[in-house]
């Protein structure tokens, strides 16, 4: 019987990525990216397929779901033209991904990384296709709906504006949805705040902060936060998950130790006809599918 998870599971990722559009970058590509490369490859046997899940769960992350988005729209957006399209787009399920920041595309995840959205979970998106103009609408996304915040230029250097640590984005997210991001309340009277200074350089360190708005409440990192190198810190959390799950199964699948898996082998296991194979589903769930008769189940364990 025919067995290779983590091969099943390298080729479902290249695949997804093909699907996007972006870029596949190879396993020596993605050693480059890590200072104990070496070291890890050496010490651990599925160190390659790490970093490649941990790319793809990472860009995955800065996607936005295709879907019928319910649309909000804050008070600083009233009136504002430009908006339509976009919210034409999301409202009728049309995928907007291709106006984000090309660095979406980038194989340097690490580098290329965007540190607003996985520390607040607010995504920005251009008004132009490939991530063109300086103007930028910024959305937050909680479950089915969009809830539309402002408009903010690109920041640059030596620019006098501020866009990627603009706490004005949390304080309109807290004066007209509230409920939205209860959940990531740290306390209702807090008195701490940090300067625009000192959030650039927490965040350019890798330090995620709470976020403190007028009336005393601080929030956690809404959008989950990112890891010491870079990553969302959820990417780095389910790529393990990931990893330990594909290799229960596998494991699983040559002991035969688990009901789910004895239906699958409806046929002797050491028949050479029969193939298992591992599936990634749009969800991100992991499949389990036996070729020869296209029986299967799935692991409702979305990444």
């Given at each position: 019987?025919?067995?290779?998870?983590?091969?099943?599971?390298?080729t479902e990722i290249k695949?997804?990525?093909?699907?996007?559009?972006?870029?596949?970058?190879?396993?020596?590509?993605?050693?480059?990216?890590?200072?104990?490369?070496?070291?890890?490859?050496?010490s651990y046997k599925h160190y390659d397929i790490q970093n490649l899940v941990l790319?793809?769960?990472?860009?995955?992350?800065?996607?936005?779901?295709?879907k019928k988005w319910n649309i909000h729209i804050s008070p600083q957006l009233q009136n504002r033209t430009e908006i339509v399209d976009i919210v034409s787009m999301l409202s009728k399920g049309k995928d907007v991904n291709p106006f984000l920041s090309k660095q979406v595309k980038g194989q340097h995840?690490?580098?290329?990384?965007?540190?607003?959205?996985?520390?607040?979970?607010?995504?920005?998106?251009?008004?132009?296709?490939?991530?063109?103009?300086?103007?930028?609408?910024?959305?937050?996304?909680d479950g089915n709906e969009a809830y539309l915040l402002d408009i903010l230029l690109h920041e640059k250097n030596g620019a006098n504006h501020i866009t990627w640590t603009n706490t004005d984005l949390i304080q309109i997210l807290h004066d007209n949805w509230p409920h939205v991001i209860a959940r990531a309340?740290?306390?209702?009277?807090?008195?701490?705040?940090?300067?625009?200074?000192?959030?650039?350089?927490?965040?350019?360190?890798?330090?995620?902060?709470?976020?403190?708005?007028?009336?005393?409440?601080?929030?956690?990192?809404?959008?989950?936060?990112?890891?010491?190198?870079?990553?969302?810190?959820?990417?780095?959390e389910n790529t393990l998950r990931m990893l330990k799950r594909t290799e229960e199964l596998e494991s699983?699948?040559?002991?035969?130790?688990?009901?789910?898996?004895?239906?699958?082998?409806?046929?002797?296991?050491?028949?050479?006809?029969?193939?298992?194979?591992?599936?990634?589903?749009?969800?991100?769930?992991l499949k389990v599918i036996n070729t020869a008769n296209k029986s299967s189940f799935e692991i409702d364990e979305p990444y």
């Amino acid at each position: 019987m025919e067995v290779n998870f983590f091969k099943d599971l390298e080729t479902e990722i290249k695949e997804k990525l093909k699907d996007f559009g972006y870029p596949i970058p190879s396993f020596a590509e993605l050693r480059k990216q890590h200072i104990s490369a070496t070291e890890a490859h050496l010490s651990y046997k599925h160190y390659d397929i790490q970093n490649l899940v941990l790319h793809f769960l990472t860009v995955t992350e800065r996607r936005i779901p295709i879907k019928k988005w319910n649309i909000h729209i804050s008070p600083q957006l009233q009136n504002r033209t430009e908006i339509v399209d976009i919210v034409s787009m999301l409202s009728k399920g049309k995928d907007v991904n291709p106006f984000l920041s090309k660095q979406v595309k980038g194989q340097h995840q690490n580098k290329k990384t965007d540190l607003l959205r996985f520390e607040w979970g607010i995504y920005h998106i251009h008004f132009e296709e490939g991530g063109k103009g300086d103007e930028m609408l910024f959305v937050y996304f909680d479950g089915n709906e969009a809830y539309l915040l402002d408009i903010l230029l690109h920041e640059k250097n030596g620019a006098n504006h501020i866009t990627w640590t603009n706490t004005d984005l949390i304080q309109i997210l807290h004066d007209n949805w509230p409920h939205v991001i209860a959940r990531a309340i740290f306390k209702t009277d807090s008195k701490e705040t940090l300067t625009t200074e000192q959030r650039q350089i927490l965040r350019n360190k890798a330090a995620n902060t709470n976020v403190t708005v007028r009336d005393g409440t601080e929030y956690m990192p809404i959008g989950g936060g990112f890891s010491c190198s870079k990553h969302p810190q959820k990417a780095a959390e389910n790529t393990l998950r990931m990893l330990k799950r594909t290799e229960e199964l596998e494991s699983m699948v040559l002991n035969n130790n688990n009901n789910n898996i004895k239906n699958l082998l409806l046929i002797d296991k050491s028949s050479k006809n029969i193939k298992i194979k591992l599936e990634l589903t749009d969800g991100l769930n992991l499949k389990v599918i036996n070729t020869a008769n296209k029986s299967s189940f799935e692991i409702d364990e979305p990444y």
